[in-house]
């Protein structure tokens, strides 16, 4: 169970698109179609973005899309808001009823 | 509207033992997986714990495996974590989460507001 990699930081301007990524192994990311994504706002519980890949939950605006390609995982956020400011986190699947959550990418709007 | 109200964290001493709860209204209980999901101050986040609907299918991150364990009723709607034999790097933010669907697969849709455990002598 080792945890998925995610960049440390990102950035964008507002309008902008910016993807961020999450590798993970043939065990995890490469294995099951589970990956999801939360955005986490400072002192604020984590909010699901994306689940299964590429599906959004309701409310969740068209702007965030998700994919994969082998064991990576990828978030693409389009038309960059103020309020995408926040930390995002990507998971996973594991096999065997585990979950692995990435490091987390704190994506800044410039 | 869906709920998730933990309780039981605590300043706590190396080695003691500690039960978390959670309290879940507003949906069916026994139809989804639930999760435990905790955040150090400052870090990032870390799945500690899973369960199926019906307790038949539990997991466990490798940092806690033998040493906690995940419980739910589901005549009370509740969710509980006991936690033994606890460490200064169990210190964290105790989330109560809710898996979509009733399996063990993450895709976590709804969190509490956590509750903190601080384990220090």
């Known amino acids: 169970q080792s945890a998925l990699t995610q960049p440390p930081s990102a950035s964008g301007s507002p309008g902008q698109s910016v993807t961020i990524s999450c590798t993970g192994t043939?065990?995890?990311?490469?294995?099951?179609?589970?990956v999801s994504w939360y955005r986490q706002h400072p002192g604020k519980a984590p909010k699901l973005m994306i689940y299964?890949?590429?599906k959004r939950p309701s409310g969740v605006p068209d702007r965030f899309s998700g994919s994969t390609s082998g064991n990576t995982a990828s978030l693409t956020v389009s038309g960059l808001q103020a309020e995408d400011e926040a930390d995002y986190y990507c998971?996973?699947?594991?096999?065997?009823?585990?979950?692995?959550f990435g490091g987390g990418t704190k994506l800044t709007v410039l | 509207e869906v709920q998730l109200v933990e309780s039981g964290g605590a300043l706590v001493q190396p080695g003691r033992s500690l039960r978390l709860s959670c309290a879940a209204s507003?949906?069916?209980?026994?139809?989804?997986?639930m999760h435990w999901v905790r955040q150090a101050p400052g870090k990032g986040l870390e799945w500690v714990s899973g369960?199926?609907?019906?307790?038949?299918?539990?997991g466990y991150a490798d940092s806690v495996k033998g040493r906690f364990t995940i419980s739910r009723d589901n005549a009370k709607s509740s969710l509980y974590l006991q936690m033994n034999s606890l460490r200064a790097e169990d210190t964290a933010l105790y989330y109560c989460?809710?898996?979509?669907?009733?399996?063990?697969?993450?895709?976590?849709?709804?969190w509490g507001q956590g509750t903190l455990v601080t384990v220090s002598s």
């Open positions: 989460t809710r898996g979509m669907g009733q399996l063990v697969r993450g895709r976590i849709d709804y």
């Open positions: 507003g949906f069916s209980f026994d139809a989804n997986a």
């Open positions: 369960i199926n609907w019906n307790s038949g299918s539990i």
């Open positions: 043939s065990s995890d990311i490469g294995a099951y179609n589970y």
């Open positions: 299964e890949v590429n």
């Open positions: 998971s996973s699947y594991a096999g065997s009823n585990s979950v692995v």
